[in-house]
């Protein structure tokens, strides 16, 4: 099956400073997907994003399919902005099972 | 309903038990997923329903699982005889269709078995 490889696999940030998590897969994907979990266990669907770029208030997220790879960025971090993210694709005819990546756990100090 | 509601929210059974899980998905959606998430792990697919069938059930972990889905809305996991092992949060989710589609979580059920 596909592998899904998340790195950091963790990262302390001061409030206001900028990261960077990144996603690396290793087959072509039709779609692919960034979560936030945060720390009362609630998945919040941050992006769609099988291609291409988006953006969301301080949050956006590229995908280069070709690369096999996706990136997402997290400006001006506040302490809200702790969890963990996951990574998700979905290959092939799995339709319906998105393979998730282990994660990246981020912390946000005040 | 405005997202993905679960229940119960924690169940604590005893070994040997069996148990029933709750989803109700979003209003309108017709694919429903069941994931597991073990403590420190990350999710582990089970099972997902495009309207009320199931065209993937690889995931379920052995015949002791189940999970059915009624009217396209509300789905039910059900363990049977419950083991240790399958402590863990069970998340569901849904979205619109199944293809290309961003998926929506509930907040999950926490099964502790003693």
């Known amino acids: 099956g596909i592998q899904v490889e998340q790195s950091p696999p963790d990262l302390i940030l001061q409030e206001g400073a900028n990261s960077t998590l990144r996603c690396n897969f290793s087959?072509?994907?039709?779609?692919l997907q960034w979560f936030h979990q945060n720390p009362w266990g609630q998945l919040i669907n941050l992006f769609y994003?099988?291609?291409g770029t988006k953006q969301n208030g301080r949050l956006s997220a590229t995908t280069v399919a070709t690369e096999r790879y996706s990136l997402l960025y997290i400006s001006s971090s506040q302490t809200t902005d702790s969890g963990v993210y996951f990574c998700a694709v979905l290959y092939g005819t799995s339709y319906g099972k998105l393979t998730f990546g282990q994660g990246t756990i981020l912390t946000v100090h005040p | 309903g405005a997202g993905v509601s679960q229940s119960p929210s924690n169940k604590v059974t005893e070994k040997g038990k069996d148990v029933e899980l709750r989803c109700d998905p979003i209003?309108?959606?017709?694919?429903l997923y069941w994931y597991r998430q073990s403590l420190g792990q990350g999710l582990e697919f089970l099972i997902y329903f495009q309207g009320n069938s199931a065209p993937d059930k690889s995931g379920l972990p052995s015949d002791r699982f189940s999970a059915e889905r009624t009217g396209g809305s509300v789905s039910t996991l059900t363990i049977q005889r419950t083991q240790q092992e399958d402590s863990a949060v069970y998340l569901c989710?849904?979205?619109?269709?199944?293809?290309?589609?961003?998926?929506?979580f509930g907040s999950g059920t926490q099964l502790s078995v003693l």
């Open positions: 989710a849904s979205s619109p269709g199944f293809l290309n589609e961003k998926l929506f």
């Open positions: 209003s309108g959606h017709t694919a």
């Open positions: 087959d072509s994907v039709n779609n």
């Open positions: 994003i099988p291609s």
